[in-house]
């Protein structure tokens, strides 16, 4: 059974950097390498969108507005996938959900909360 757990969430001020971090406890390494991962967000009264991916290849690609600003990275000895989000802005403010695709099929954590203000 596939359990996403995100964490790192929070309360960041404009400018300010936040680090976000997504594992499935149970997986085994093998197959945590050949996984897609992807973390979404989703702002007040905005659409679901994508904002970074990962892939087993070790390819990255981002969404326009954070390229620049945030990394999304992979540590496959932990077995987690963090996207380290730099000079924030308001917009930036919304539920970031990890995404894993694996052997075909697709599972979603149950998402943390990034808030910028001031």
């Known amino acids: 059974q596939v359990h996403v757990v995100e964490s790192g969430g929070g309360l960041v001020q404009p400018g300010g950097s936040l680090r976000l971090s997504c594992a499935d406890p149970r997986v085994i390494l093998s197959v945590f390498t050949s996984d897609t991962v992807a973390w979404y967000r989703q702002g007040p009264g905005k659409l679901r969108e994508l904002v970074a991916v990962?892939?087993?290849?070790?390819?990255?690609n981002y969404a326009d507005s954070v390229r620049g600003r945030f990394t999304i990275s992979r540590d496959n000895a932990r077995k987690r996938v963090y996207l380290q989000m730099n000079n924030v802005e308001p917009e930036d403010t919304g539920v970031y959900y990890c995404?894993?695709?694996?052997?075909?099929?697709?599972?979603w954590g149950q998402g943390t909360q990034v808030t910028v203000s001031s």
């Open positions: 990962s892939t087993s290849g070790g390819d990255t």
């Open positions: 995404n894993i695709l694996r052997r075909g099929s697709e599972y």
